[in-house]
């Protein structure tokens, strides 16, 4: 099919750098590029960066969507050689170095593909619209509809039955936003609504995270899993492992444990059990002949470009970077950000006709945090738990954090909820009775 007109192009003859995505990776080789003798092009289909670590907040209204964007036009403003176009790339045509786009295309010297993931429900996707993944800024307002919903739905409800259903959360799968919804479930139970109603009783409520494999982050030290799920059982959440969703129903979720088969009556279920790469790592690689792994990652050189074409590189989520352990490395913001400004470096080595070694990911350790005071740390020697490493958790969220007028709006929030137990932001937004993500009675 013809492509509209193509974007206008910038004056000068500087290389062009054209940049998709502008989530972690994309947005750190951007800034990273900014006094290089470079024209950049950064293109997202949003408008704003994401921290997507501190999604799972705005879904269990402890912070507002805006406290974790920052609007890529005005965090880039400042850097004169780097430009922001707000459009979807559809897909690439590698031998005219061009990039197509659904208002048209752009013609690039060098680019960057950092495009992330999107979830994944294993050939099940017609579970998406009864159990949300958190994923985007709809996401999480959906996921926060769903849970106070429910239990404004459970305060007009006379049946025991019906109620206990509603009263009933549900996450699919045990890595750290699942730990992270369910602590935060927990604490929305047992101390933000605890007063609030009348004919409930909030803290009634069940929490159930399901788990396939046999323990709770199964990526971090088997020690910090055990205590991760002591703490989470202090909260109220029950943790059950080797167990396997079959089918998720309007009215329940049916599980299978050991020879078990059992349905879980339910009215809020929350997937967070797989990623898969963006749908643009297939056009990528029908394009040059790239392979692609099963999550459909890109496999990339040890520079991170992709086979055959050095001036086409793949980071973050989208890159399957097996270059250094034989394993793909981990879905994670520091991969992303240090690929992107491996990238950045790699292109001003190659304008000064440096060669460049190959990417190392440098890893600082992994971090996830249960409840408002709990966390475990696992920091290559150092491995902690409990309130240290809940404080190191709020620190390096706030540093990584990308404007500093959400630095300063998000110490204020969780200060204040760290004392008061209040989520401010649980509104209940989107049409309740319409709604077509939400097909529950
Ligand atoms: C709920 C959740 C919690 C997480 N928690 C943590 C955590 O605690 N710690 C951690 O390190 N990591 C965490 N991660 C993972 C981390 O967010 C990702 O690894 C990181 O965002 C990957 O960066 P990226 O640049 O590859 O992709 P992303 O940050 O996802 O950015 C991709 C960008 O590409 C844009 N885009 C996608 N397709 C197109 C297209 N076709 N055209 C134009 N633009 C497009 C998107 O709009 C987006 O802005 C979490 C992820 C999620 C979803």
Redesign the pocket.
């Known amino acids: 099919m013809a492509q509209p007109d193509s974007l206008p192009a910038r004056g000068g003859n500087k290389p062009r750098v054209v940049i998709?995505?502008?989530?972690?990776?994309?947005l750190y080789a951007a800034q990273c590029l900014k006094h290089t003798l470079v024209e950049v092009t950064l293109?997202?289909?949003?408008n704003f960066?994401?921290f997507?670590?501190l999604?799972?907040q705005v879904a269990t209204g402890w912070l507002s969507p805006a406290n974790i964007a920052a609007t890529l036009r005005a965090t880039l403003k400042r850097h004169r050689n780097i430009r922001v176009f707000l459009?979807?790339?559809?897909g690439i045509d590698a031998g005219s170095r061009r990039v197509l786009l659904n208002t048209g295309s752009i013609d690039y010297d060098t680019l960057i593909v950092?495009?992330?993931?999107r979830h994944h429900y294993f050939g099940n996707d017609h579970w998406e619209t009864l159990a949300p993944s958190?994923?985007t800024v709809e996401d999480a307002t959906e996921i926060r509809r769903r849970i106070f919903s429910a239990f404004e739905a459970a305060e007009r409800t006379a049946a025991s039955e019906q109620l206990q259903a509603l009263l009933t959360f549900v996450i699919i799968g045990g890595g750290?936003?699942g730990v992270e919804l369910a602590g935060a479930l927990g604490e929305i139970a047992n101390d933000t609504l605890k007063n609030d109603f009348r004919h409930i009783d909030p803290t009634k409520t069940r929490i159930l995270l399901m788990e396939a494999g046999e323990r709770i982050l199964p990526t971090y030290p088997p020690e910090l899993s055990h205590r991760a799920e002591i703490s989470l059982q202090k909260l109220g959440v029950t943790v059950q492992t080797h167990t396997f969703v079959t089918d998720i129903q309007p009215l329940g979720v049916t599980v299978k444990h050991s020879d078990t088969v059992e349905t879980i009556p339910c009215r809020t279920v929350i997937w967070a059990a797989g990623v898969q790469a963006?749908?643009?790592g297939k056009s990528v690689a029908q394009a040059t002949g790239a392979k692609l792994d099963r999550s459909g990652r890109i496999m990339v050189e040890p520079d991170l470009s992709v086979p055959g074409y050095p001036e086409i590189f793949v980071?973050?989520?989208?890159a399957n970077y097996s270059h250094q352990t034989g394993n793909p490395l981990p879905?994670?913001?520091?991969?992303?950000i240090q690929q992107?400004r491996y990238v950045a470096k790699l292109i001003r080595g190659r304008l000064a006709g440096k060669p460049a070694p190959p990417f190392r990911y440098r890893d600082r350790g992994n971090?996830?945090i249960i409840g408002r005071a709990s966390a475990v740390a696992d920091l290559g020697k150092l491995k902690f738990s409990g309130f240290l490493a809940w404080l190191v958790w709020l620190f390096v969220h706030l540093i990584n954090l990308v404007e500093f007028e959400n630095k300063v709006l998000v110490s204020v929030q969780w200060g204040w909820y760290y004392f008061s137990r209040n989520r401010a932001a649980r509104l209940i937004t989107g049409d309740t009775s319409t709604n077509p993500k939400n097909p529950r009675p």
């Open positions: 998709i995505g502008g989530g972690f990776g994309g293109i997202d289909r949003r960066h994401l997507q670590p999604l799972y459009a979807e790339a559809t950092a495009t992330g993931s958190l994923k750290p936003t963006s749908a643009l980071i973050g989520d989208l879905g994670i913001a520091p991969v992303a992107g971090m996830a």
